[in-house]
């Protein structure tokens, strides 16, 4: 104990937003400027989902800032040769030094034009973390929108290994770029392979804590028992990859053994397309004259247009129509005189017959009296009937959901797992309402922080999508991205988000090899390549090949915070005060990622706690200053107006903070703005907050009623219909877009295409894996094990590897020490817990420690997060295995929206004596 008193303690309000579960609320204690603990923020108790309080990895912020490995002040290489095995000779520079190269650079490559010869921006820049990046980079997002066309083509595995096909799926259902549990109140919830209990942080934790005292019931669907599955009420560990047949026994067990008596029948006719009438080429029957779908109406008895006033249309039922059409691919109209229709459900029924639980069993190694007990307590809980009061209002209350992590959620299977996941919840009518599945914000639609004024109505009754055009006039046959996701991805649209959510994989896969019909320009190399907050060196696929290819890029340019495996091979190194330093503001509140839901919205403010560390700067200012010193000042300064800082346009009805925009401004000085512009926003002009206000309170919050969690009376208030179960659309999309490849004699998207059909079909899916190492010439002998990933809760992906804290709490959980593997397996193969092994797939091995547990299933080994650091300090020391670092980037095994899964075939063996070293 020392006797000397300390001279100021403060407790500084801010937010942690290190992973895709935040912002969550905390404070950082500062004792004579040093932060030396971080705490909850309980001015925040009674907003917050999480009472205020942040999670273990928010613990490790102090030592983040005070990490000895910190850049601490710009850098650029001297060694132009860039390898793996070429020290790079990074020596210190002034930033003015650094940011005129970088101008000098920028400056040069405008004068050129944005855009190079075949037709792809010659700037790109990748942020990584599903988006987090956003809530550190202050006004960057504004240089970037001054600044003109960027290539967000080259992907960091946030996309299309995170939840992808949920994205784009899931914002086409119901406007859910994520989807979850209305947690709070419901009983029964299907969790495949969606490990919330670490991935979803404190607000999450918090909200599956309180319902399990309230005694819901969680069932988690996985290979192997993790930290969800352990407090969960039952473990169902399914074989993997298999979890459509699973899903579709499940529909089974509800359409062809109970029975339409037993489901939300008026759901089904009222909300979704079931009732639509199919023709026998497998379109809707349309009205001859307006094109619109038939439907059977039991009044009248004769086919009507959907929204004919007052019918009441049939579900099931063969009825002949007299006269009609059916629209296909490019318009093509066919008429149909006395043809015979059959409502979607009924297709729906067919479709699902041969899908029983005695089938699944067999592919999914789960026995079929479980998956029709599942089945059958799913229904029973649904209440179908049931209501409850929400603020007022009198909504249906259906108290179950399935929920589905990342891994079933990208790659093939992806699109059947998430359709079926939808259609179950529209069975029971409990798609958007209290207790049911809900989604949580939109990317691709706009407004982000509305989703229900995303819904506006469209065609054939359904929401108004923004698909990429695939007909011939409007389809963008030259690619704008070098993921070209516009040319081969309609549902992912044209939204800021939607380039990053393309096929990044293929934007690697082409810089080093296209396909023999590829028929389109050749793709370029980006001439200056912004990476900030990403690590796709350890994130992504067949990293020691991705290496290589980061290596070729002319000019990288690293926002950093320690030297890692991808900026070990930049050109400049920025180090920016970051999360504990630096002043930021972003919007909380209302409904986002994971489980995010609250009862009010608003703003939270980041700010420096502590004075930045070494010569590490404000992203504010180093936005700024590229503004300035690319002359691009005044278009910045009117994007900040337009509200590009990320929260209000700084004028809106009664107040204008807008900035001059001929001036440079400082850092306060645009954030002063943008809280006062975002309190008076909030506050219907009532109340103007300043910077010296938030930098006090920290947040400023208004109510907002839960009943903007659910999306279903938006739609009833709209006649609008949820486009499931039957889609028409996709099978016609699909078809156009065949149509205009094959116009221009490219082939290699064909497999691809193959998943545009209107009810999926199962196939075999885990078959693709093994069937991707025969055509790779490997023998599917030898890789007889699957290899999975799981998140941490002490680690938010790769981003904080180096710091010593969540290392040292995440020793002390299981799986945190090598690779996850059954006991009884290991004892096959003589393999000892501790052992060394060596995982081995077709393209490559990884090394590190057995752990043996008998909660994984005997086919299955998992490694835990993303590791085999080889450059970032202190995670180099790990001698952690990687599944990244042998699971190969392959088309053949990048499903049609452009994704791909942590999931690969693998042999494992002990290693002894020198090559354990
Ligand atoms: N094996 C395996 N691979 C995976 C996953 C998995 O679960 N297992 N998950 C996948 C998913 S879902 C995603 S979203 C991706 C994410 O993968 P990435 O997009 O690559 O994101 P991170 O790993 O968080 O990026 C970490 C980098 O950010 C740097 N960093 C951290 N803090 C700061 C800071 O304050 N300033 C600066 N300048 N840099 C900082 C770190 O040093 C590190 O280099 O990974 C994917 N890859
Ligand atoms: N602490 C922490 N929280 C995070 C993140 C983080 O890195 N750390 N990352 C954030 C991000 S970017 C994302 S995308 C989310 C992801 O959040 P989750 O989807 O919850 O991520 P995982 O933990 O990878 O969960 C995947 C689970 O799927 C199982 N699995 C793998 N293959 C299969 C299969 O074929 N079938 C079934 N049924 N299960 C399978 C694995 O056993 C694993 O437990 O987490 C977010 N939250
Ligand atoms: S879950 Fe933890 S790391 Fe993620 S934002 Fe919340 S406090 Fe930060
Ligand atoms: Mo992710």
Redesign the pocket.
Known sequence: MTSETPRTVRNVPTYCYN???GPDFMTVKVVDGVATEVEPNFAAADVHPARGRV?V?AHGLVQKTYNPHRILQPMKRTNPKKGRNEDPGFVPISWDEALGIMADKLNAIRAKGLIDESGLPRVAASFG??G?PAMYMGTLPAFLAAWGPIDFSFGSG?GV???HSEHLYGEFWHRAFTVAADTPLTRYVIS?????E????PCAVTRHAQARVRGYKRVQ????L?I??ACSAEWVP??????PA?MFALIHVMVCEHGLARLDLPFLRDRTSSPYLVGPDGLYLRDPDSAKPLVWDCTSARAVPFDTPGAVPALEGRFRVAAAISVDADDARRPLTEVDGVPAFVKLVEHMGKYSPEWAAQVCDIPADTIRRIAGEFLDNAGIGGTIEIDGATLPLRPVAVT??????NGW?AFECCWARTVLATLVGALEVPGGTLGTTVRLNRPHDDRHLSVVAGEDGFMAQKFNPTDKEHWVAQPTGRNAHRTLVPIVGNSAWSQALGPTQLAWMFQREVPQDWNLPTPTMPEMWFIYRSNPAISFWDTQALVDTIATFPFTVSFAYTIDETNFFADLLLPEATDLESLQMIRVGGTK??EQFWTARGVVLRQPAVEPQGETRDFTWISTELARRTGLLEAYNKALNRGAGGVSALKGEGYDFSLDPAREHGVDTIWDAVCRAASAELSGGRETLDLAWFKEHGFYTVPMSQKAWYLTPTLAEKGLRYELPYQERLLRIGRELGNRLHENRMHWWDEQLSEYTALPEWHDV?GRWEKALVDSGAKAEDFPL?L??????????G?NVSIALMREVAQNVRGHAGVIMNADTAKQYGIADGDRVEIRSHIGATYGKAVLANGIRPD?L?II?QFDHWATPFAKDFGMPSLNTIAPMSMELTDATGSG???VRVAIRRISGRQAQ
């Open positions: 992973c895709v579960a999670c990895k973390h599903g987090t946030q290994k995170c939840v495949i392979g969606s490990n919330v670490a991935s979803g942080g669907v996985e290979p192997h993790s969800t599955g399914i074989r993997p990859k298999t979890d699973f589905l992590g990342k891994s079933v959620n299977g990622f994971v885990p699957w999975l990933a799981t998140k941490s809760m002490q680690y938010h992906t981003g299955t998992v997060g899964a942590d999931i």
